[in-house]
């Protein structure tokens, strides 16, 4: 079992960066890979990126590439995710996922959700 | 990146009714495809893993089938709590991509 709670809303500026969190606990942790998935209001689910919390290794969508870092510690069992550049259109849920099976990765662990606003 | 098609992208339905929704790849996925519900305000919820294994918990009026490319979400005699947006997602390769969704709706 795992459960996965992310940090609070967060309202930015345009051209500023913004660091959310996602705190595992449970002990399947350093087995599982993360994936950051957001959506804005009325919009589908559009995945970002993960992490395979084990050794590191990340991979992001080909339009996040170079303004969103995910980044883990495992000393808090915490993963991060941090967009630069901020955009209006980067104003939507952010949500953490993880998955207990490495072969299906189907995430059935999934955070609370954190609103990112980004606006002038 | 691989292309996920939904369909229908919205349906009304009636409580008891039964419904499918449809997604397809652009290209093979095998038998990597799931299906999450998401409630308004909520976080996606895992229903169907592994395009027709039941998650722990979820109702068996649920049911997945397909692989390859073309792969259908059944839901059988409706209840209240069903009426809430589908989504589909592979995890064949990177990027995870999702469907655009599919808003079940109550007629």
């Known amino acids: 079992q795992m459960q996965l709670v992310q940090s609070g809303p967060e309202v930015r500026k345009p051209g500023t960066s913004v660091k959310v969190s996602c705190k595992a606990s449970?002990?399947?942790?350093?087995?599982?890979?993360v994936q950051w998935v957001r959506q804005a209001r009325g919009q589908p689910l559009e995945w970002i990126g993960w992490?395979?919390?084990?050794?590191?290794?990340?991979s992001y969508a080909q339009q996040f590439q170079g303004r969103v870092t995910i980044t883990r510690d495992m000393s808090t069992s915490t993963v991060y995710m941090e967009v630069t550049g901020l955009r209006s259109d980067d104003t939507a849920v952010y949500y953490c996922?993880?998955?207990?099976?490495?072969?299906?990765?189907?995430?059935?662990?999934w955070g609370q959700g954190t609103l990112v606003t980004v606006s002038s | 990146d691989i292309q996920m098609t939904q369909s229908p992208s919205s349906l009304s339905a009636s409580v008891g009714d039964s419904v499918t929704i449809t997604c397809r790849a652009s290209?093979?996925?095998?038998?990597?495809l799931h299906w999450y519900q998401q409630s308004p305000g909520r976080a996606p919820k895992l229903i169907i893993y592994?395009?027709?294994n039941l998650q722990s918990g979820v109702s068996s009026r649920f049911s997945g089938d397909g692989s390859g490319t073309e792969f259908t979400l059944k839901i059988t005699s409706l209840q209240p709590e069903d009426f809430a947006a589908y989504y589909c997602?592979?995890?064949?390769?990177?990027?995870?991509?999702f469907g655009q969704g599919t808003r079940l709706e109550i007629k």
């Open positions: 996922a993880a998955h207990s099976s490495g072969y299906y990765r189907a995430s059935d662990y």
């Open positions: 449970g002990a399947i942790f350093a087995s599982t890979s």
């Open positions: 992490i395979i919390v084990g050794g590191a290794k990340t």
């Open positions: 290209q093979t996925i095998t038998g990597l």
């Open positions: 592994g395009a027709s």
């Open positions: 997602q592979q995890t064949y390769t990177i990027p995870y991509t």
